[in-house]
């Protein structure tokens, strides 16, 4: 029996389902985080080789797709594509970014474009053409507005305004300062610069702002309007850039910040304003996107053998 797999490797968790050769769905397994700036080389390889010893213990799949934030970006394609040779697959596997595969899990005809907003944000789309295009996905110091991340560090940085008397007041203050289990300002410098503060640790304020913003507060509530603002303008200028013909496509909305918040997806949908866009959350796993297009790759070898 052929084993395909396809896996999501994210900065929070990475998620890998195996399935024999007629498609049916055989294990699905998680794992820890796989980005590779956030993890690095070694960690990611620890990682993918743990959920494939799960996945497929006895022998290495016929064929795999792996959806990985940032590897369309030159040098990165190469640099996973090495990391999967180490692990046993030359020329069986495939690896794309991580939007590519949430499209083919909320798109029939993997036409359409995503919102992806967890720990990061982008926006991706593919037209009946093939054309892609993307905005954000560069990490947060270029762009990832409207991600977790982005929205824990902007109330951070409102809740030390506040706390030093040059911000607006904010329950944000005391909410933050509860769940990062500090009594003080001072305390907050060791955490930032000592390495307690990651990227992942601020996407995990996430939901309290949501809950603060719920209540009324402006501060919050502003800072959850301009996350669905960037992440608006992130679509649109897909959008921009692509051909959809007039023809209605999805815009799917993927990611932990939606879980979190789904009435996001109509306020940004709302804001971005796309003729012909069909909004709706993704209801199925990116990895099995991703199993989809190993799927394909697999019966592409086994129809150029013949």
Do not use: W
């Given at each position: 029996?052929?084993?395909?797999?396809?896996?999501?490797?994210?900065?929070?968790?990475?998620?890998?389902?195996?399935?024999?050769?007629?498609?049916?769905?055989?294990?699905?397994?998680?794992?820890?985080?796989?980005?590779?700036?956030?993890?690095?080389?070694?960690?990611?390889?620890?990682?993918?080789?743990?959920?494939?010893?799960?996945?497929?213990?006895?022998?290495?799949?016929?064929?795999?797709?792996?959806?990985?934030?940032?590897?369309?970006?030159?040098?990165?394609?190469?640099?996973?594509?090495?990391?999967?040779?180490?692990l046993g697959f030359r020329g069986n596997a495939v690896v794309v970014n991580d939007a590519v595969i949430a499209i083919a899990a909320g798109a029939h005809d993997r036409v359409g474009v995503v919102v992806i907003a967890g720990t990061g944000s982008i926006a991706y789309g593919i037209d009946r053409h093939g054309k892609t295009a993307r905005a954000g996905g560069l990490g947060p110091l270029l762009a990832d507005e409207g991600s977790a991340g982005w929205i824990g560090h902007r109330a951070l940085l409102a809740a030390v305004r506040a706390a030093e008397g040059r911000g607006e007041p904010t329950l944000l203050k005391d909410a933050l300062f509860s769940v990062l289990?500090?009594?003080?300002?001072?305390?907050?410098?060791?955490?930032?610069?000592?390495?307690?503060?990651?990227?992942?640790?601020?996407?995990?304020?996430?939901?309290?702002?949501?809950?603060?913003?719920?209540?009324?507060?402006p501060v919050a509530s502003g800072i959850i309007e301009?996350?669905?603002?960037?992440?608006?303008?992130?679509?649109?200028?897909?959008?921009?850039?692509?051909?959809?013909?007039?023809?209605?496509?999805?815009?799917?909305f993927s990611g932990g910040l939606?879980?979190?918040?789904?009435?996001?997806?109509?306020?940004?949908?709302?804001?971005?304003?796309?003729?012909g866009a069909i909004p709706c959350r993704l209801k199925r796993d990116p990895a099995e996107g991703a199993l989809a297009m190993a799927m394909d790759l697999y019966h592409a070898r086994r129809a150029a053998r013949k």
């Open positions: 029996m052929a084993l395909i797999v396809g896996v999501d490797a994210g900065g929070t968790k990475t998620v890998g389902v195996v399935a024999d050769e007629s498609g049916h769905v055989l294990n699905t397994v998680k794992g820890g985080g796989a980005n590779l700036h956030v993890h690095g080389e070694l960690a990611v390889e620890k990682v993918l080789a743990h959920l494939l010893d799960e996945l497929c213990p006895d022998e290495r799949p016929e064929a795999l797709c792996l959806g990985m934030a940032g590897v369309d970006r030159p040098g990165e394609d190469a640099l996973v594509k090495s990391l999967l040779r180490r289990t500090v009594t003080s300002l001072s305390d907050l410098p060791g955490m930032a610069y000592g390495g307690g503060l990651t990227r992942e640790r601020l996407a995990e304020l996430a939901p309290t702002v949501i809950a603060v913003a719920q209540t009324g507060d301009d996350a669905s603002a960037e992440l608006a303008s992130a679509a649109r200028s897909v959008v921009r850039q692509l051909d959809y013909e007039g023809v209605p496509y999805p815009l799917i939606f879980m979190g918040l789904p009435s996001l997806v109509d306020t940004i949908a709302r804001k971005a304003a796309l003729a």
